[in-house]
């Protein structure tokens, strides 16, 4: 097993590779903390990367696993969409390594990365535990300030599903959703498949999809192999809040108008994305809130 780490002319970290004894491998970019690989030790590639993303730390990373903070899309209109956690450079606070197990911690705060729209002392968390066939995130928002303030929280995860014609997605069936491609956006309407399909522009909110109401997860089936996407939440010290789960694919037109995405990249990733993000939490000061994702190769 091994650790690289590719530093900056700093000094600075700027990506973390990981290689277990088994062969698993993940890489993670200091910039947005993000996760930009992970393999499985017969060599699939789990996360799906742009080959035009930006990885000069230019713009959010395109593919892998950007997250969003404090806001998720733009309700507060002075700030990016999806915040300024996925568009800064993170710490590391340190790696650990054994043959099978890889762990790191990363973390952002107001002194690293900030706006004025959303001036709250915060610190932000992403623990990145890899086993051989599963790649654990936990994200993890502290509020370090004297008062309360409101956030939304989301692992923007790209899964590689190879070919999106023969890709399902299961456990979802009879979840409460909001359609984001829809006229009217508030509206919840309910999952009736119980193997979903991905034939267009799909932009999803399943609201309180947590562990309780799907226990194996969302499993998605596609050439890549069986992929289960399973997110969860707690607050405090430990007590269980529901989670959000986003499914978003853009489709051809969206995906042409973006200049760092492979115009037939849609054809090729689904994003599952665990979140916190119907509406704005509260996090009292002193409180941590922990949105975790397991990804897992079955
Ligand atoms: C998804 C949102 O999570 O992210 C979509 O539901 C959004 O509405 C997509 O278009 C991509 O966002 P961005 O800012 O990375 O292009």
């Known amino acids: ?173 009879g979840q409460r959703y909001l359609d984001k491609t829809a006229a009217d956006t508030t509206l919840l309407n309910i999952e009736e498949r119980g193997a979903a399909d991905i034939t267009q522009f799909v932009d999803r909110v399943y609201v309180g999809t947590h562990l309780n109401s799907t226990p194996g997860g969302v499993l998605v089936k596609c050439p890549t192999g069986k992929i289960r996407v399973q997110g969860s939440a707690t607050y405090g010290d430990g007590i269980a809040m529901p989670s959000d789960t986003v499914m978003w694919n853009p489709w051809a037109e969206k995906a042409k108008g973006m200049g760092d995405f492979d115009d037939d990249g849609y054809l090729k990733m689904l994003c599952i994305e665990p979140g916190l993000v119907q509406d704005f939490h509260m996090l009292p000061a002193g409180y941590k809130a922990n949105l975790t994702q397991v990804l897992s190769f079955l």
Not at 123 to 152: C, H, W
Request: proline share 5%; aromatic share 10%.
């Open 1 to 173: 097993m091994s650790v690289e780490e590719v530093k900056d002319e700093s000094g600075n970290i700027r990506i973390i590779r990981a290689t277990l004894k088994s062969g698993s491998q993940c890489e993670i970019y200091t910039f947005g903390a993000t996760v930009t690989k992970f393999t499985t030790p017969d060599g699939k590639d789990l996360i799906w990367l742009s080959s035009t993303a930006k990885l000069d730390g230019t713009k959010a990373i395109r593919g892998g696993i950007p997250l969003v903070f404090p806001h998720f899309g733009q309700p507060i209109k002075e700030m990016p969409q999806h915040g300024f956690a996925r568009n800064n450079t993170w710490k590391v606070e340190g790696t650990e390594i054994k043959d099978d197990a890889f762990q790191t911690t990363l973390s952002l705060d107001q002194t690293m990365a900030t706006h004025e729209a959303w001036p709250f002392p915060y610190k932000l968390e992403l623990v990145v535990a890899m086993k051989d066939n599963e790649l654990k995130t936990q994200y993890i928002v502290t509020n370090t300030g004297p008062e309360s303030f409101r956030f939304q929280s989301l692992q923007h995860t790209y899964l590689n599903v190879a070919d999106i014609s023969a890709t399902t997605v299961t456990g979802l069936m």
